[in-house]
Structure formats: structure tokens, C-alpha cells
């Protein structure tokens, strides 16, 4: 069969439709989140349902072409996109289902973090996810997923129950603790490199109103606050959550006037707890040095995971790269100080702690390696204009460069661009990348799924 007739007849079967360069939605469709990377497929598949992933799935490994598999498309790295091969893009699948008895959400493989959230709260429930609702479901989840609630609930595999997964031979599998058990062990923290998941049942618990939002200090007072934050947290209970941030005050509501455009230290806060224990807690925000502002608040769950969205807009230029920290010494604090002058207004540094529950579940329990860690570091360039692509890149590099000696190493792998290299992606799963490769060689043997951070099949 000729390429074309090919593709006219995997577009006959599509009930989504097929893109290609020339049609009037194709510019849009292909443009990825990150605007630094810029590919062109040769197709996008807007999958309709799962029939459609299944046809394309079929289509890309017969005909040999590269293929991407796009949910949210929220990847810094460009995952989501391919050049001159063809793009999953599971948009449209975005039905969710509440079971309010048993406190699950099913979740279809298009949907955003803020869906979920908007489907959630309305019966007082949440799960684990990240800090910008934009996010898409897929790529966080696959990758592991941390957030406001990590410290309480664990991590977003952690409270995942089971999904549906298209494989590279076009089966449709249920993966679970009790269904092809090893392959969900490997899409819990393993990437995309297993198939394309149609679907996820994640646990949920009772989150409603929390007791949110940052406190900033001075840029002088860095080294005393991080000083301070590294033994609070790790004593805080596992209700209050914090991550660290260098960072440039938005020129917006709700900042005050006079810290427009300041760099500033902060900590955002989330505590799922009473507000008047979040108000005992907190009073040590002052031991460090006296903030320039405290606007911790009782706030709905879902408007602090959307508090980021306004400013990291898609198409912005990013370049980011991550690392675990087990240990926040006296010296890796010197080096952060060092770089703590953010390049660009976008431009930020956070170290999410994933301690407590995240601790619980071991090191070997799922693909995801770093449970020992304590932090999940992200240095991020950031900002929207083209030009400024060398000079957010090279600050990225160069902070990360200083700190990576500090490290355990490996870096989540939803924070590894991909110029990093096989060797980063080895030490992100550790002694777990072996049996990754084994169970990639079943269920993968070709690599089809190698639009990711690639873990090749063993032998």
C-alpha cells in the first residue's frame, strides 16, 4: 500500500480528525507549550476515542514513522511534539468520573490538572498533582507527580490505582497491582515509554479549603530563610507543605505595589489542616528575618493550583533542569545565594520538599527511584521573548553546574531536557533502570514509545 493510500485510509477510520501541514487547524495544533522548540509533524492524530488510538498506534509502527504522544503538551522538554512523524494528541479525550463513595476519579488521557481539580472539589476531594492546572494528567503522572500535597499524600503514582494503556502492538490493557503487574510497577515514574495511557483511577482524598499562599523576604535574608526552612520543614507536620522559591514579584494583584518586579526569596505555603493550627505553625515565618509579606489565607484547593496559570502562558521560551537533594547544606546554600538574582521577571528556582509520605513507599515499590530525597529541585529560565533564549539558558546551566555537586545525582525526569543525555536519564531511575529495560523489551521490543526520555529495550 502507497504512503497515501495508507493515510487516506487511516483517516477514513479516524472519528477525530487528521492534520497535516497546508490544513487551517495545523499551525496551532502543532505549536508545543515550550515556545524555545519548534517541530513539525507529518501528522496529528486528534484522537476522538480510544478506537483512534489504537488506529494510530497501528499506523505509526507499520509505517515506520516517529511518533509523539501529546496530553496536556504542558513538557518543557517538547515530548509531545515530533518532526516529519506522527502526533497522538489525546485532547479531546477529557471525561472524568467521580465516585464520591469510594473517593476515586477516573480520568481520561487529555485532561489538565485544572479539570480534574474542577470535577473534584465539587464533592470536597483531591489528589495529588502539581502547581500549575494546566499541566496535563498524563506526562506529570507517568513521570511520578509531586505537589502542594506530597508531603501528606505522597506522590501522584502513589495514589494511582490502575490505567488504561494502548501497547506498541495496538493491545488495550487495564495495568494495576493485580493486572500485568510489572508494567504498571514501570509506568509509575517509567515516562512514556511503555504505550499511550487512555485513562488513570487515582485514589482521592478530602481537600477543600486550605490555608495558602507565599511569604516573601528580602533577597538579603536568602541564606537565613533557607537555613531556617531546611530544619522547619522537616520538623513541620505533614498537613503544611512549602516549597522554596527565587523568584521576581508579578506586577499584579494580589503583590502590593512597592514589590512589583523585586526579586524577592519566598515560600509557598499549603496547609490542608485547621487554619487556626496553620496560624501557630506559621508564626515562625518571622525567626529567619521579618517578611515583606505574609499572604497565607484560607483559599479553595483549585485556586491555588491555578494561582501560576496567568503567568507561564504557553509558547514562552523555558529551559529548565531539576536534581533530588537529600541534603541542603551550609555550602549548597552559599551556591544558591550566588545565583539567586533571577535573569528574567518569569525566571524562578523552587525545591519542592518530597519527604513524609512519599518516604513511606520504597525505592524499589515503583520506577520512581529518589524516595530517600527531600527535595525536588527545578532551575528555570524563563521568559517570553526569543532573544533572551542564550542568556536563560546559560543562567540555568550555570546555577545547575554549581549545585549538581550537592545532589543525589538524578533529577526528575519530567525537569530533564533533552540535551541531557542517556547517562542523566540512568541516574534519575538508578538500580531501577535495568528491569525498566527488561520490561520495555516485553511490552516495547521495537521502541516505538522512544519520543521520551528513552529507556531503549534491553538486549
Not at 286 to 314: C, I, R, T, W
Amino acid at each position: 500500500m502507497s504512503t497515501d493510500t495508507a493515510r487516506d485510509t487511516f483517516q477514513a477510520a479516524l472519528r477525530g480528525a487528521l492534520l497535516q501541514a497546508g490544513d487551517p487547524d495545523y499551525e496551532s495544533a502543532r505549536r508545543l507549550y515550550n515556545g524555545m522548540i519548534d517541530k513539525r509533524p507529518r501528522l496529528i492524530a486528534r484522537c476522538g476515542n480510544v478506537a483512534d488510538v489504537i488506529r494510530a498506534v497501528h499506523f505509526a509502527r507499520e509505517q515506520g514513522l516517529p511518533l509523539a504522544v501529546r496530553g496536556g503538551g504542558h513538557n518543557g522538554a517538547g515530548l509531545g511534539g515530533c518532526d516529519d512523524g506522527l502526533v497522538i494528541d489525546l485532547s479531546a479525550l477529557r471525561g472524568i468520573r467521580i465516585d464520591p463513595a469510594m473517593r476515586t476519579a477516573r480520568v481520561e488521557g487529555g485532561c489538565t490538572w485544572g479539570d480534574v481539580d474542577h470535577a473534584t472539589h465539587a464533592f470536597g476531594l483531591a489528589t495529588v498533582s502539581g502547581i500549575i492546572s494546566t499541566t496535563g494528567v498524563g506526562g506529570l503522572t507517568l513521570g511520578g507527580g509531586h505537589g502542594h500535597l506530597s508531603r501528606r499524600y505522597g506522590l501522584t503514582i502513589d495514589n494511582l490505582l490502575e490505567a488504561d494503556l494502548v501497547l506498541a502492538d495496538g493491545r488495550f490493557v487495564t495495568v494495576s497491582e493485580t493486572q500485568h503487574p510489572a508494567l504498571f510497577w514501570a509506568i509509575r515514574g517509567g515516562g512514556g515509554n511503555f504505550g499511550v495511557a487512555t485513562s488513570f483511577l487515582f485514589q482521592l482524598h478530602p481537600v477543600n479549603i486550605v490555608n495558602a499562599g507565599p511569604t516573601l523576604w528580602e533577597l538579603e535574608h536568602s541564606a537565613a530563610v533557607l537555613r531556617w526552612y531546611r530544619d522547619f520543614i522537616a520538623a513541620a507536620p505533614e498537613s503544611l507543605n512549602g516549597f522554596f522559591a527565587l523568584l521576581s514579584v508579578p506586577p499584579a494583584p494580589p503583590f502590593p505595589e512597592h514589590l512589583h518586579n523585586k526579586r524577592m526569596c519566598g515560600i509557598v505555603w499549603c496547609h490542608t489542616g485547621p487554619e487556626e493550627e496553620a496560624e501557630r505553625l506559621l508564626a515562625a515565618v518571622h525567626e529567619p528575618a521579618a517578611p515583606a509579606l505574609h499572604g497565607v489565607q484560607p483559599m479553595p484547593y483549585p485556586m491555588l493550583q491555578s494561582a501560576f496559570d496567568g503567568l507561564y502562558q504557553p509558547g514562552l521560551q523555558w529551559y529548565w533542569r531539576g536534581d533530588f537533594v537529600t541534603e541542603l547544606s551550609d555550602a549548597a546554600i552559599e551556591r544558591h545565594v550566588e545565583y539567586a538574582e533571577v535573569p528574567t521577571p518569569l525566571s524562578t528556582m523552587h525545591l519542592y520538599p518530597v519527604d513524609g509520605a512519599v518516604h513511606r513507599v520504597g525505592r524499589h515499590d515503583t520506577a520512581f527511584s529518589h524516595r530517600e530525597a527531600r527535595w525536588s529541585q527545578v532551575i528555570v529560565g524563563v521568559d517570553p521573548d526569543p532573544a533572551n533564549r542564550d542568556r536563560i539558558t546559560r543562567w540555568t546551566k550555570d546555577y545547575w553546574d554549581a549545585l549538581h555537586p550537592y545532589s543525589a545525582g538524578g533529577g526528575y525526569v519530567n525537569f530533564i531536557m533533552n540535551d541531557e543525555g542517556e547517562e542523566r536519564v540512568r541516574a534519575t531511575y538508578r538500580d531501577n533502570y535495568a528491569r525498566l529495560a527488561r520490561i520495555k523489551a516485553e511490552y516495547d521490543p521495537g521502541n516505538l514509545f522512544r519520543g521520551n526520555h528513552n529507556i531503549p529495550p534491553a538486549g
